[in-house]
C-alpha cells in the first residue's frame, strides 16, 4: 500500500486547505508532484491512500478535477468530525431555512441576502458552482461563516468578532457539534466517547490522528506499507516522527518548495534530524537537487519530471491552423516579440497567434486588446486582423473574400488549470519567453506533446528534441519556421514526449523507485 500526504494548505497556519469562490485568481496551481505521482503509481496498478491531514471540505471537487475521483482517502478532520460516510450530498442554498422577508439581490460574483433594506446574508459558490460558504453580518460586521461540505452538510463555522477569526465549530452530518477550535488561544475540545478531551494545540491532535491511523494500517498491511510525504513545512516533523516505522519517500516541487524555510527542512529530514531519515528523496527539477543535495552521499536523490494526464496528446496537427500560444503576463519585449510573430505571420496565412494573460479583473482583457490592435497598426499589419467581440461576422465569405480581414490574432485569459488544459488543446506551438516561464504551462503543454520555444533554460525542455532554446529573441523567427514549416520537427518533438510519457504511466518509473527502496 502507498499512502501520498499532499500539501494543500493555507498560509494561515490554521490547519486549512484551499477553498477558492469561483471568481477569485488562483495564483498557486493545484496540480502538483503528488497528483502527477499518484496517478503514475495507479497506473502501475499499485494500491493507493491518499492521507489528507487538513480541513478540506470540497475535497471531493477538487480530486475530481484532477482526475482522481474515486481514490481511497483518509481524512484527518473526517476522522475529528466523526464523518464516516464519503457519498456526495447535493444541498443547495435555496434548501436551507430563509426568512420569508429576505431580499435576494444576484450580482455577478456572489448572491446577496437583505433584511428590512440591511445586508445580512452572502453566499458564495465553488469554481462548479457548488455552495461554499454563507457568510452573516450584524450591523454591517461580518460575525459568522457557515462553511459547507462538498457531500451536502453543514461542515463548520468560524466565528468572527471586531473582524477577527476567534473560533472555528467543526459539526457531524447530523448537525452535532464534534470539535471546538479556540482561533486565539490554539487550544482544541474534542467531544468523544469518554467526555470532552484538550489539546493544547491543533497541531497535537493531528499528530494523534496521525500515529494512531498509522498504527491500524501497520496492523492491517504489516510491512507492505510505502508513506510518499509531499515536503512541507507544515508537516515534515510530524509525518517523519509520527508515522512508525512505515518507509518514507520525500517528495520536493520546485512550484511549493521556494523557501528558505522549506530548503532548510528538507536538509534537516536528509541529515536525519528527525527521528526517521527518509529512504528516498524524490524532486522535479536538477536546480532543487542542487539545493538539497549537500548529503547525497548519505541518502538517495531521484529527479521525476511531473505530467498531467488531463491534457491529450498531440491533437493540434489534425487542424490546417498553426496557432502559436504567447503568455504576455511579466513578458519583457512584447512589442519586438510580436512583430516578429507577426512578420512570420504574414508569410503563413494558415499561422494564428492566441496572446494569453492570466491576471483578473474586469475590463483587463479589453485593455490588452486596445494595445494589441494598436500595435497591428503601428505595424502596418493589412493581412490579419484582432478577434474582439465587437469583429464582424461576414454571412458570404466568398462574395466579399478580397474585402474580408481574416481575425487571426485574439486574446485569451486562464486562471485555472482546467483554462489551460481547454487553450491548449489545438496549439501548435507555446512560446513563453519570459524570464520565468510559468511551471504549469511548461507541464502541461509537455504533457500534450506541444514543442515550446524558451529564452530561459528549464529542466523541462531539451533543445531540438521537445522545444527550442534560444540564445536571443534574434532566433525567434528560425524557431517558429522549424517547428510550424511542416511536421517533420513537430513529430519528433511529439515523440520525445511520448517516449516520456510512456515511461512514466507505463510503471518504469514505479519500478525504478522500489527498486530504490530495496537497496
Known amino acids: 500500500m502507498y499512502y501520498f500526504v499532499p500539501s494543500y494548505y493555507q498560509k494561515t497556519g490554521k490547519w486549512r486547505g484551499n477553498s477558492w469562490v469561483w471568481y477569485t485568481n488562483r495564483s498557486m496551481r493545484e496540480f502538483d508532484d503528488i497528483v502527477s505521482q499518484i496517478k503514475m503509481f495507479r497506473s502501475a496498478e499499485k494500491e493507493v491512500t491518499l492521507v489528507v491531514p487538513c480541513y478540506i471540505p470540497d475535497l471531493r471537487y477538487y480530486l475530481h478535477r484532477q482526475g482522481l475521483s474515486g481514490i481511497r482517502i483518509y481524512s484527518l478532520f473526517d476522522q475529528i468530525q466523526g464523518v464516516f460516510s464519503y457519498a456526495p450530498g447535493l444541498l443547495m442554498w435555496e434548501d436551507l431555512d430563509w426568512p420569508e422577508d429576505m431580499e435576494w439581490v444576484y450580482t455577478q460574483f456572489l448572491i446577496m441576502g437583505y433584511q428590512d433594506g440591511v445586508h445580512v446574508v452572502n453566499i458564495e459558490f465553488g469554481p462548479e458552482s457548488y455552495l461554499l460558504w454563507i457568510d452573516r453580518f450584524e450591523q454591517k460586521e461580518k460575525v459568522c461563516r457557515q462553511i459547507y461540505d462538498d457531500r451536502g452538510f453543514l461542515s463548520s463555522k468560524i466565528i468572527y468578532r471586531d473582524g477577527r477569526e476567534v473560533e472555528q465549530i467543526f459539526y457531524n452530518t447530523y448537525g452535532r457539534k464534534t470539535c471546538t477550535y479556540d482561533l486565539v488561544q490554539g487550544t482544541v475540545l474534542v467531544k468523544g466517547r469518554d467526555g470532552l478531551k484538550k489539546y493544547d494545540k491543533m497541531e497535537d491532535l493531528v499528530r494523534e490522528c496521525i500515529e494512531r491511523y498509522f498504527l491500524e494500517q501497520k ?126 505571420m504574414e508569410k503563413n496565412l494558415d499561422a494564428e497567434l492566441v496572446i494569453a494573460f492570466s491576471e483578473p479583473g474586469w475590463g483587463r482583457q479589453e485593455k490588452i486588446e486596445e494595445e494589441i490592435k494598436k500595435l497591428l497598426e503601428e505595424l502596418d499589419i493589412t493581412s490579419f486582423s484582432l478577434e474582439t467581440k465587437n469583429s464582424p461576422i461576414v454571412e458570404n465569405a466568398q462574395q466579399d473574400e478580397e474585402k474580408v480581414v481574416p481575425a487571426r490574432v485574439k486574446v485569451v485569459r486562464y486562471l485555472t488549470e482546467q483554462d489551460v488544459i481547454q487553450q491548449l488543446e489545438d496549439i501548435r506551438l507555446l512560446v513563453d519567453l519570459r524570464d520565468s516561464p510559468e511551471l504549469y504551462l511548461q507541464i502541461a503543454a509537455i504533457s500534450s506533446g506541444i514543442p515550446q520555444v524558451n529564452l530561459t533554460q528549464t529542466r523541462y525542455v531539451r533543445h531540438l528534441k521537445n522545444g527550442f532554446l534560444l540564445d536571443s529573441i534574434d532566433e525567434l523567427f528560425d524557431s517558429l519556421c522549424y517547428y510550424l514549416d511542416g511536421l517533420s520537427n513537430w513529430n519528433q518533438a511529439l515523440v520525445h514526449t511520448v517516449e516520456d510519457i510512456r515511461l512514466y504511466t507505463g510503471g518504469s518509473l514505479v519500478k525504478k523507485i522500489e527498486m530504490l527502496l530495496r537497496k
Open 219 to 344: 496492523k492491517k498491511c504489516g510491512s507492505s506499507r510505502v508513506l510518499v510525504l509531499s515536503a512541507s513545512t507544515f508537516h515534515n516533523r510530524l509525518f517523519l516522527e509520527g508515522s512508525g516505522d512505515i518507509v518514507t519517500i520525500l517528495s520536493c516541487y520546485s512550484e511549493r518548495n521556494t523557501e528558505q524555510t522549506d530548503i532548510y527542512q528538507i536538509k534537516m529530514a536528509i541529515q536525519g534530524e528527525y527521528k526517521k531519515t527518509p529512504a528516498l528523496v524524490l524532486v522535479d527539477t536538477k536546480e532543487l537537487k542542487e539545493k538539497i543535495a549537500e548529503n547525497e552521499r548519505f541518502i538517495k536523490i531521484e529527479e521525476i519530471s511531473p505530467f498531467d494526464t488531463r491534457l491529450k496528446l498531440g491533437s493540434s496537427q489534425r487542424i490546417r491552423a498553426k496557432k502559436i500560444f504567447l503568455p504576455i503576463q511579466g513578458l519583457n519585449n512584447q512589442r519586438e516579440i510580436i512583430k516578429i510573430i507577426a512578420q512570420y
